[in-house]
Each structure stands twice: as C-alpha cells, then as structure tokens.
C-alpha cells in the first residue's frame, strides 16, 4: 500500500495502495438511504461519462483493460446512485471477495492482521502517541494544538526542529506533512507518523538528519480530519470519506452529511462543479462556503502563522506525485520548473514507480488544500 504525495512549494502525493482488492479509496452512507459499496462491471464510453456526471469523485472511479469499446470499471458509490445508474443503462454490481463484499473485507482489515491502523482519539491512538513523543523528545519537538473539529476533537501537529520549544514557530525555513484529509486513507496516517520517527530516531547519530532538524522545522499533522477519521473505525463506516459536518442538522450523520476538505478553502472555491461539488451527498461536497469547516480554518491559521515554505498532503488512491495548479487544465505556475525538478519526470521519477504529474493532468479541483496554501 503506497501513498499519494505534492511537491514542494504544496505537493500532493498519491499512495496507491489496494486492501485485499479493496481500492484504498473506498467510502459509507453516501445519499440519505444508501451505504456506500463497491461496484464493479464494464461500460462504455457514454456510460464512464456517466458516471464521471454522477458526483462521483475521480478517485473512486478505477478503470481497467476492456474489450469491444468497453472498459472494465471499479466504482466506490452509495445503492441510491448505483439504482439511478441503472435506469441509466450503467447496471453494475457489488463486488465480492470470497464471497464478501468489498466493504465487509475492508472493514475486517485489523482483524485480518492489519493491527498498525490505530484511530485517532481512542486511548493509545495517534493523539496519543504524538502527546507522548512530544514528552519524550522535549529538546527537539514540541506539541502543537492549532484547532477543534466539529466534534470539539483537538487537532494536532508535532513541530520537530533543535530547541522546538524554545524557538518561535516559522523562524527556520519550515515543511510540514500532513495526512487523513480524507478519513478512509488509513495508510497516510502511517506515512506521516513513520517519518516523524525516522527523523526524531536518527536524530544525533546520521549527520543529514541532524543537520537538518537543526536548521529547519518539520511539522507533522498525521490526521487533518480526527472526526472522520475516527468514524471509518466504527461499524459500517470503513469507507468515509469526508469530515462529520451535520449538513441538515437533524442529529445523526448520514451520507448527505459532511464536508469534502480538500475542497473547502477559499482559493478558487466553487470555481465549478466539475473541480468540486455543491450537493451535500458528493463526496466532493465544497461546504456552504469557503473555509466553512473548523478544520479547514485550523489549518488556514496555522500556515498564515508559521508561513510553511513547502507542504507534503499524503492521500491513497494511486501511485502519483503531483503539483501545481489543480482547478484548470493548461494553467502551468511559475514554480512548475522548480516542482517538476523535484518530482521528477514519467522517465525519472523522484520516487521510483510513481508517475509525477501537474495536478489538473489527473482531474481538476478546486477549493483545494495545496492550491490555497501556496497562494
């Protein structure tokens, strides 16, 4: 299972990773009525148009070999839409593995020998191996609590760098990784938290490293989204996607409920409906408005205080290193020269078997976290 990363100035790096044949981008109750599944089948070209016109984000729709004008397809979507498609003439069914579907086989990750996963806020989660950490390093990391989710959860970060607590936030050149916008993309959370404890592990005995904490800061947020998070550990949720905003405040969360992060910030947003989406059941939802949600004004602030230099935003769903401009196609940045020199080209990518890309190349976004915070 490999991660999604952005370059430089803000990069988005996309792990790819498959859960038994699940698509690690897999998510639940979409439309009010309709739990989320996995859908499988062939279509043709009118039919893919179909389902790219359905709300679906990009990433749960997976294409594959086909043959006579058609291609085979893997669709993350709720019944509700899966109903619609049909009388559509898209009829596609719920994949099974073994005789289950994709979503129970998802949901039986930790039972199936996939203990790393922790959540976030459960005794010995993440929030508490970063409290930990911080208390265990206090001459190189200090914690950092920069906001609240809807459910008043504490969003955290781990600032690494020589005398942390002493040194004022953003005065060394600064980067920060950051992990689970979206709560279904478990491996990001990993990929954060791994590389905070490389750094802090090899600090004072590999020269680069120590070099380098002792003259930049390295920030952590391994989960943006503790809520949602949260939630894919519940039964039945394992594929959410977004945070746990109640849209039409009647209680309980359900699929028309939550807000889509990565496409909620101000800098272009709702610049389309293609980039994004203004129903409350997609799960491209952009909010009510820009910086509508409480975690994306957490992390709004924290970039506006500290001025990060670089931002790394892991997600799962393929093996891609992209950056640059995401909410038009052919829109190239004046830092693409520098981006592309460090993620690489298709002949040499930075990471090997990754395919290094300008964001709009895979699909257009808009409201997004890497394009707003390198604005």
Not at 102 to 122: H, L, T, W
Not at 152 to 169: C, N, P, S, W
Not at 212 to 219: A, G, I, M
Request: no cysteine; charged share 25%.
């Amino acid at each position: 299972m490999r991660p999604r990363m952005v370059a430089a100035a803000a990069a988005v790096i996309l792990t790819g990773a498959l859960l038994n044949g699940v698509p690690a981008g897999a998510a639940p109750p979409d439309d009010k009525g309709g739990a989320l599944e996995v859908y499988v089948g062939r279509v043709d070209a009118e039919g893919l148009e179909k389902l790219k016109q359905a709300g679906l984000d990009h990433e749960d729709i997976a294409t594959g070999k086909g043959r006579d004008g058609e291609v085979r397809v893997e669709v993350v979507m709720s019944g509700v839409q899966a109903e619609k498609l049909a009388t559509e003439g898209v009829d596609l069914a719920v994949k099974r593995i073994n005789g289950k579907k994709a979503s129970q086989v998802a949901a039986e990750q930790n039972s199936a020998g996939y203990e790393g996963f922790r959540s976030y806020g459960e005794d010995g989660g993440i929030a508490d191996e970063l409290r930990e950490t911080a208390a265990a390093n206090p001459k190189i990391t200090k914690l950092v609590p920069f906001g609240e989710t809807v459910q008043g959860q504490e969003i955290l970060a781990l600032k690494l760098t020589k005398q942390a607590g002493k040194v004022r936030d953003g005065s060394r050149p600064a980067v920060m990784y950051l992990g689970a916008q979206h709560a279904r993309e478990w491996i990001t959370p990993e990929m954060v938290r791994r590389l905070m404890h490389h750094y802090i592990d090899n600090y004072g005995s590999d020269a680069q490293i120590t070099r380098l904490v002792n003259t930049t800061e390295l920030w952590f947020v391994p989960v943006a989204n503790p809520d949602g998070y949260d939630f894919t550990f519940a039964d039945g949720n394992r594929l959410w996607r977004k945070n746990l905003a109640d849209n039409d405040d009647d209680g309980s969360i359900t699929g028309g409920d939550g807000v889509d992060l990565n496409r909620n910030y101000a800098t272009k947003w709702g610049w389309d409906n293609e980039g994004s989406s203004p129903q409350p059941s997609s799960q491209t939802y952009r909010g009510s408005g820009p910086n509508s949600e409480p975690e994306s004004e957490a992390l709004d602030a924290l970039f506006e205080r500290v001025g990060f230099e670089h931002f790394i935003n892991y997600h799962s769903a393929a093996e891609l290193l992209l950056y640059g401009i995401g909410w038009q196609v052919n829109t190239p940045s004046p830092d693409d020269v520098i981006l592309e020199q460090m993620a690489g080209t298709d002949e040499n990518p930075a990471v090997p078997g990754y395919d290094p890309d300008i964001s709009a190349e895979l699909y257009t976004t808009n409201g997004d976290t890497d394009t707003h915070m390198t604005v």
